[in-house]
């Protein structure tokens, strides 16, 4: 696995062994059981009763719920650190507060450009997020991305608090939690929020950072329902960005000297290992290694 490759050369760890769940009426978690032990890969699907035996703090109803021990949080704010200071020790120099500009095909390469400065290279890789398409669009056939502005909600344990399992709750729309870790506001909190919970459209710099009166009552009403471990009143809120393609689906592919990376729609990170190699890859002249991640595919 290549997140523990990486804890090994950096000499600590990022990823927490929560375990995960998946529950709730829409009954994919009996899809993705059988998807995951296809692979071999370590699952069980229990009863709700005994679920809720095991897990006292979360409500399952009457479905079936899929474990996966193997599942886990990771620690984002670490690993990028350790990300950045390998990458460095390597060679790589790293800008900080040096936002850019512009970047434009230029000869047999491509430049890119700041306030004060640019540099030139045989091959440049795009991997803005929300700012993808504003830097890329009209150099590179780019299909629909929507920046939508999501938000997340902080709720504290009712006593005894104890160790939760991420999950994903699969009903009227999809609902996640995990560990907090330190941005939680208050000891164990757990983090809940709306996978693609219904911001408007919104750009990296147009995002005003406001929760939505209606995405918090969702959470509490979620909570509330479905999590009796938790007070349902929040102890913190956050926001931040995703960027959407039409399927979901990644974006990982080169056009001329661009590779336009854009793990997006709000599940890349816990990709970011594989995902540096695969774009290594296309930097280095490699293909893409799904077509389901081509701007082809994309494009239709």
Known sequence: MLWHQLADEAGE????????IDYGPARIQEKMYEILTGFGVPAE?????????????????????????????????????????????RGAQVCYG??????EA????????????????????VAAGAWLEPLLGGQVP??????????????????????????????????????AGIDGEVPGAIKVGAHHGGGGPTTGDGRDGIVRPEARERAIGFVRDWLPGLDP?????????????????????????FVVCSPCSGHGAK????????????????????????LAAHLG
């Open 106 to 125: 230029d000869g047999e390469g491509a430049a890119v450009h700041t306030a004060d400065r640019s540099w030139r290279a045989p091959v440049v890789v």
């Open 142 to 179: 780019l299909p629909p991305l929507v920046v939508t502005q999501e938000e997340a909600f902080h709720f504290a344990q009712r006593p005894p608090a104890g160790a939760w399992p991420a999950f994903i709750y699969y009903g009227d729309g999809v609902m996640y939690g995990l560990p």
């Open 271 to 294: 990709f970011a290992p594989l995902t540096g190699e695969i774009v290594a890859d296309l930097a280095c002249g490699g293909t893409s290694p799904e077509r389901r991640f081509t």
């Open 233 to 257: 009143a929040p102890a913190g809120e956050v926001t931040c960005l995703y960027t959407s393609t039409v399927n979901e689906d990644f974006i990982l592919d080169r056009h001329g000297p």
């Open 45 to 89: 699907l229990i009863p709700a009763a005994a679920a809720a035996e095991r897990w006292p703090g979360l409500s399952f109803g009457p479905d079936p719920v899929m474990f996966h021990p193997d599942g886990g949080v990771i620690d984002p704010e670490r690993a990028m650190a350790a990300m950045r200071a390998i990458a460095t020790a």
């Open 98 to 103: 040096t936002p850019v500009l512009r970047v």
């Open 13 to 20: 760890e990022f990823v927490s062994n929560t375990g995960a």
